[in-house]
């Protein structure tokens, strides 16, 4: 099995910053990617920024420049930190992980549950 646990959400004035983890876990092989996604109320998902195991990055336009992604390959961990947060911000944000279990020989995504991020104004 594999499990995929975000934490760091929570309540944050516009103009502050909040640092949201997420840990992959279990039975991995190897790990392609991971990234951050959020949904705020009646709208889809959309991806917020994403990094691979070979140090690419990218970023949702209406990020880039206040958030950052980072990642600890040898923990399976991935980071994003929020600076400069806007009300428009408030959305639940999941993590996401491409990965190829061990035993197995093809590779898909593993999400996690969600946590909270809401930005007052």
């Known amino acids: 099995q594999v499990q995929v646990v975000e934490s760091g959400g929570g309540l944050v004035q516009a103009g502050g910053s909040l640092r949201l983890s997420c840990a992959a876990s279990?039975?991995?092989?190897?790990?392609?990617?991971m990234g951050w996604h959020r949904q705020a109320p009646g709208k889809q998902r959309e991806l917020v920024a994403l990094?691979?195991?070979?140090?690419?990055?990218n970023y949702a336009d209406s990020v880039k420049g206040r958030f950052t992604i980072s990642r600890d390959n040898a923990k399976n961990t991935v980071f994003l930190q929020m600076n400069s947060l806007k009300p428009e911000d408030t959305a639940v944000y999941y993590c996401?992980?491409?990965?190829?279990?061990?035993?197995?020989?093809?590779?898909?995504?593993?999400w996690g549950q969600g946590t909270q991020v809401t930005v007052s104004s």
């Open positions: 996401n992980a491409n990965l190829r279990r061990t035993g197995e020989f093809f590779s898909r995504d593993y």
């Open positions: 279990g039975s991995i092989f190897r790990i392609n990617a």
């Open positions: 990094t691979s195991s070979g140090g690419f990055t």
